[in-house]
């Protein structure tokens, strides 16, 4: 069983959609999650870190449950432009390596 | 500032054959890490550097991979011999302590 684990999509949605995705982790020692956006034949990009009390950036919305080992990412009002493949990224401590997911691959169309 | 610089951007090279990998981080960032992502599959760790020290090396496939950072600046991976399942794109990643990673834009290697 892989470490992350993440529906690999592809979510095709109209722009204006809203779209959610998941992720579950196995190590319960994981300290630090994030979400990250890769565009084709680039590096991958922090989109943001995820905190249990939920954050949010604009139309982005993050939320982590410790109990059930699951992140979650939200979307509002996709844009073209949030077509990416969407990395799900656990870290056991500060500092130490990131552990991916496979990726979510988002295509918005008109 | 300047970001995570990576150096070949492509390569080709065939079975056998001999692969230096650059890295240049962040200017001032200790740690420096190396990830690969083979075709259809996730991007993996490989190993991660402090300064110039190999803090986790556990990533790092078998004994034909070497990484080095003499000096603690930039790093170099070498593949020697090269096989086919090398073929991948190699990321590099920088940062300080407590603050997030920067990814280089990687070199993608294709071993013919």
């Known amino acids: 069983r892989k470490e992350v684990e993440q529906d690999p999509g592809p979510f095709n949605v109209p722009e204006g959609a809203t779209v959610a995705f998941n992720c579950t982790y196995s190590?319960?020692?994981?300290?630090?999650f994030f979400w990250y956006r890769q565009d084709c034949r680039k590096e991958p990009k922090l989109l943001m870190s995820?905190?249990?009390s939920g954050n949010e950036d604009g139309r982005f919305t993050a939320q982590l449950n410790r109990a059930s080992q699951y992140i979650s990412l939200l979307i509002r009002d996709s844009k073209l432009s949030d077509s990416a493949t969407y990395l799900c990224?656990?870290?056991?401590?500060?500092?130490?390596?990131?552990?991916f997911g496979a990726g979510t691959i988002l295509r918005v169309k008109s | 500032e300047a970001g995570v610089t990576q150096f070949p951007s492509h390569s080709v090279i065939e079975k056998g054959q001999t692969v230096t990998l650059r890295c240049d981080p962040i200017?001032?960032?200790?740690?420096l890490y190396w990830y690969r992502r083979v075709m259809g599959k996730e991007i993996k760790f490989l190993l991660h550097?402090?300064?110039?020290?190999?803090?986790?090396e556990s990533g790092m496939p078998n004994n034909r991979f070497l990484a080095e950072r003499t000096g603690g600046t930039y790093s170099t991976l070498k593949v020697q011999p090269a096989e086919l399942e090398d073929s991948g794109v190699y990321f590099c990643?920088?940062?300080?302590?407590?603050?997030?990673?920067?990814f280089g834009s990687g070199t993608r290697l294709t071993v013919v």
């Open positions: 995820v905190y249990s």
């Open positions: 990224v656990v870290m056991r401590e500060y500092g130490n390596k990131l552990v």
């Open positions: 200017s001032g960032h200790d740690n």
């Open positions: 990643a920088s940062n300080h302590p407590g603050t997030g990673y920067t």
């Open positions: 550097f402090v300064k110039e020290s190999k803090q986790d």
């Open positions: 190590n319960s020692a994981s300290q630090s």
